[in-house]
Every structure is written in C-alpha cells, then in structure tokens.
C-alpha cells in the first residue's frame, strides 16, 4: 500500500508540475485579438455577430486587410479578460477559435559599423557552393520590415509583395532590418560594389509586417505566410519572433508547408534553453547562431526547437550586408549581430539546395542537416544539427536522391561509426553508461556474498539511480516543455550536480561518497528504503569508478592524475560504506 502511495504522490507530482508549466505558448505581449470566423459562417451572420460585438462589448472587429475575406481573419482592441469573456459568452460557437493577437519583434542586437569582412559566408564555404549554383529559378520571401532600394540590391530580382503594416504594394523598410537579411540572401554580386549575397541569382519577395519601431503582429505575419504560398514562393525567412503561440499562425506555416514551401525563422536572442515562435512551431527550421570563431553567440538562442545553427555574428565580428540608415533612409554598409542575421543564412543555403534540383521543403530540410558539420558533444542543443555548410548542402543535392552510402559516408565522417566516439563522449556516452550499470550489479553480487540478501525494487533503484541515472532521457527534447526534468531524470546522482548547466566535469561535492551517505544515515532504520540507499552507494561507486578510467574530469581538480585519484577513493569509501550498511542482514530486503 505504502509503494502505491508513493507511485501516486510522484505521478501527481509530475503531473501537477507539467499543467501548470505555462511554457512559451502562453507568453507574450499583446494590445489586440484576433477572430477567425468559421468559413461556413454567410457574411452577413458575421456582419450580424460584429455588430452584436461593438453594441454589447464595445469592440470594433474589422478584417486584418483585403486577404482576410477568404479566411474571415477579423482582429479588434481586447486583452486576456477580453478573450475569456468572449468565450464565456458564447462567442466562440461562430469561430474557429479567438486568440492573442501577439506582437513579434526583430532579433538584432546593437551594433557597430566597423567590421568589413564577410567571414561569415567563408565559415560556410560558399565558394564552392557556387561552383554549381547561384539559387536561380528560385524565389525567397523575406517576411520582415521590407526591403529598400539600395545600390548593392541593384542587380538583385525581384517578384511584387506587400506591405501588411500599411496595406500598400510597395514594401519599403523603414527600420533597415529587413533590407539587412535581404542583402545576406542575395545581395548583388560581382558587381565590383560592396559584399556578396549567398543565393544572389535568386528573386526577393519583400513582404512587410514589421513596422518601424520592429514590431508587428501574428495577423500580419500569417496573412504574409499565405500570401508568400499563394504567390509561388519557394522559401520563406522570418528573421522575428517572440513568445506566444499562435493557432492562427501554426494554421499558416502549415498551409505554406502544404504548398511545398520551406520556412525558416530565427531561434531568439535572449539566451534562453528554448526556440522563440514562430521557430518552435513544426514545419518550421530554427536556426541558432554562432560567433566568428564558430562558436554558440552568447545571446542565441538553444535547446527545444533548434534544427541548426548559421553564423549570426557577435562583438568579435558582425554579419555585414548593405542597407538603409532607418533615420535618413540612406544607404549605408552596416554590422549586424542576432539570430535574425543567422537565418538568411540557411534561406540563401535553402535557395541553393532548391536550385540544384531538391523540391520538397521536408527534402530540403533533410539535406541542410545532414551535410551539417555535426558537434559531437552538444548537450544542451546549441547547434541543432550542427554548423550549416553550404558546399556540402549542394554537393549532396547535386548528386541526387540521398542513397544509403551517402548516409553511411556521413556517418563515417562525423564519427558514428567509430567506437571512440561513443567511449569519449557521443551524446549519452553509451558504453560508459552500460559499463557503470553492469558494474553497480556485479558491486550487489559481490556483497551479495558476504550478506545474504534478496533483490528488490528498493534495491535496483537505488542502483540505477546511482550509477546511470534513466541516460536515454538526458538529450530528449519536447515542444513547450521544459528540458531540465529530463536531464535530471538522465543524469545519476554524481552527475547531478553539473546536469543543469550542461557540463561534462563532475561537480566534486556529488562525485563523491557525500550523497550515499546522508541517504543511508537518513534511511538505515527503514526496512526498505534502506536497501535503496545501499543500492544508490554501490551505484556511485561504480559510477566514479568507470569515469576515472574513462573521463576523470572534476570540477576544480582538472582531469589528470589527481581527479583520478579523488574518484578512486570515493568509488571505494562508496562500496565500504554499502558493506557496513548490509552488515548484520539476513535477506532482509
């Protein structure tokens, strides 16, 4: 009774925990709604239903602009409590649903003009990208602030947009954001002026939806989505994003993905273990950034929603593209740094894959991430697949339909298939992991040996505990919830000290006969919990003793001869003290 007492009490826990995890979908700054009327609904029972609206709740529903009369998309002034009341009252019957009318923001970060060199598209070998394609034929949305006409833009082609903030054709920036993105997309080249483009053969589409101060909101940002899929564009860059899930903008990624549409967005600029929206959505590719140096950017984004990772730039040197002083309106070479500069990166790859002969966005996407330069150790997903490459992405489009020996070549050439890598590290280090388990029961049947005793829940618990922890949950990832219960879950108990922060050194105070110890003071007198404790100090024992063979890295001890000798010695005083627990018992567990 008391053990489903306490499988309960956990379960409930678990579960309480997760409920109340608001997460990122519910986050989020907005001053309007939105209100999508169901199709079914004949216009004039929605006339009928907005009038009712401005007469009861004193609101002015009207459509977002002239493409919204197909989908009813109608948006209004409201809040939270606007929202509840609305449903409250019955409202949501005539709509597929009411939501946040969310406002999302560019992802650059301050900068300064003094950085001349274009490493960012070397670090990506796009030299020898062009050796085989230049992106025409294809056409990329670039869903931002708009784009001017700048000198560099010159040679560049263009298809027709739309500007969604002032409802007009012409879609000019006014803010120099978009015209930055656009330029490392395919800024004009070999036009003996200025920096080079990635996909510079290919069209622009200039979609507005951000005004001047950065902002814009998800009504713009879907009708934008559609429109870009209605208009045959072949890939779409959202250098924006921000917290607040948006149905009636998963409705739109989804609808361009039905079209054959690939769709990237940047994962965020706040450092935060989680993709901002509109990259965490499925169907859409997050794109974090890296420094000059190849390195995660100290403000980028990781973790949940991460498919890849671009150059975005840093203070150590930033992405420079031309485009438009947003107080004068002038030209101007300028340095930008954000996860916005890093996803036109893989748009203009994107472009380039799509232009070799690779139709289909979920195709494309499969090629970028496995011509990735993959990092071996990556635990807290900085990198997604790992750094974008634009050479290999073609090479491996060129040659075609993706066979089993390219899989295989890749394998080989990330180190897979080498059983050094899964010793040294890999993800989950497999082998240690299996190895310290194994060694945690043969510890039991040895002291199995000098005290009787019968296997139990209690017991092998505290073994797996100890020793290995659940490892196979330590690198999973799940939309809209948090990562680290997993990696505490994955971790064993001298790992949890160095498991939130990502580290591969063990913390000295857990990797140690410390932890044990207060488990078997606290639970000796207790005929269960008792055999838990001894199983978690032969756990660790085994655990310290397999990484100070095969890693012996302790924080503040390095990883040489006196980390060793530290794990060692708690790995004996580990199994000493599980000796002395178990001393006296007669299969007593």
Not at 12 to 33: D, P, R, T, V
Not at 94 to 101: A, S
Not at 213 to 237: C, F, H, K
């Amino acid at each position: 009774m008391r053990k489903f007492l306490i499988v309960c009490l956990f379960v409930f826990g678990i579960g309480f925990a997760l409920f109340n995890f608001k997460g990122l979908a519910n986050q989020g700054e907005f001053n309007s709604i939105v209100l999508d009327f169901r199709e079914d609904i004949p216009a004039a029972e929605i006339d009928k239903e907005v009038n009712l609206l401005y007469s009861k709740y004193n609101l002015a529903p009207r459509l977002n602009s002239e493409f919204s009369q197909v989908d009813n998309v109608y948006i209004a002034k409201g809040d939270r409590k606007t929202i509840a009341q609305l449903k409250k009252a019955g409202v949501g019957k005539f709509t597929e649903f009411i939501e946040p009318n969310y406002i999302y923001n560019t992802f650059e970060v301050p900068n300064d003009p003094d950085y001349g060199k274009q490493w960012n598209l070397r670090s990506i070998n796009i030299e020898s990208a062009w050796d085989e394609t230049k992106g025409s034929g294809v056409t990329v949305a670039v869903i931002d602030t708009g784009i001017s006409p700048i000198p560099d833009l010159k040679d560049t082609k263009f298809v027709k947009g739309y500007d969604f903030v002032n409802d007009k054709i012409e879609a000019y920036d006014d803010a120099g954001h978009g015209t930055h993105v656009a330029g490392t997309i395919a800024q004009s080249t070999n036009n003996n002026y200025g920096v080079a483009g990635i996909a510079y053969e290919a069209s622009l589409m200039p979609l507005k939806v951000l005004g001047a101060s950065g902002g814009g909101t998800v009504a713009d940002i879907a009708e934008a989505i559609r429109y870009a899929a209605d208009n045959q564009a072949d890939v779409i860059n959202m250098s924006l994003g921000g917290a607040g899930e948006s149905q009636l903008l998963e409705d739109a990624i989804n609808y361009a993905h039905s079209k054959g549409v690939l769709i990237i967005a940047a994962a965020g600029n706040s450092n935060q273990n989680s993709a901002s929206y509109p990259a965490r959505y499925p169907h859409v590719v997050g794109v974090a950034a890296l420094d000059s140096v190849g390195i995660k950017a100290p403000y980028s984004n990781f973790g949940a929603g991460v498919d890849i990772a671009a150059p975005g730039g840093s203070e150590a040197g930033k992405i420079l593209q031309e485009t438009i002083n947003p107080e004068t309106g002038e030209s101007i070479f300028e340095g930008y740094q954000g996860t916005s500069m890093a996803a036109p990166h893989v748009a203009g790859v994107a472009a380039l894959v799509k232009a070799a002969g690779i139709k289909e966005p979920d195709e494309i996407l499969n090629v970028l991430k496995q011509s990735s330069r993959a990092v071996k150790e990556d635990p807290l997903n900085h990198f997604g697949a790992g750094h974008l490459d634009a050479a290999a992405a073609v090479k491996l489009a060129v040659r075609g339909q993706i066979t089993f020996r390219d899989f295989f070549r890749w394998l080989r050439d990330n180190g897979y298939l080498n059983p050094r890598f899964w010793v040294d590290g890999g993800t989950i280090m497999l082998l240690p992991k299996i190895g310290m388990v194994i060694g945690s029961y043969l510890l039991a049947f040895i002291l199995r040996n000098y005290f009787p005793f019968a296997w139990s829940w209690s017991l092998l618990g505290g073994l797996t505990a100890g020793s290995s922890g659940l490892f196979f949950l330590r690198g999973l990832y799940i939309f809209d919830l948090p990562q680290w219960p997993f990696r505490v879950m994955g971790s064993s108990i001298p790992e949890l000290g160095n498991t939130i922060q990502g580290s591969s050194a063990l913390n000295p105070i857990f990797a140690s006969v410390l932890i044990p110890f207060i488990l078997v003071a606290l639970f000796l007198g207790h005929k269960q919990w008792k055999w838990m404790a001894i199983g978690s100090a032969l756990g660790v024992a085994s655990c310290l003793a397999v990484s100070a063979v095969v890693s012996p890295s302790v924080m503040w001890l390095g990883s040489g001869v006196v980390a060793q000798g530290y794990l060692v010695v708690n790995a004996l005083l580990c199994f000493g003290l599980a000796y002395l627990a178990s001393k006296g018992e007669e299969r007593t567990a």
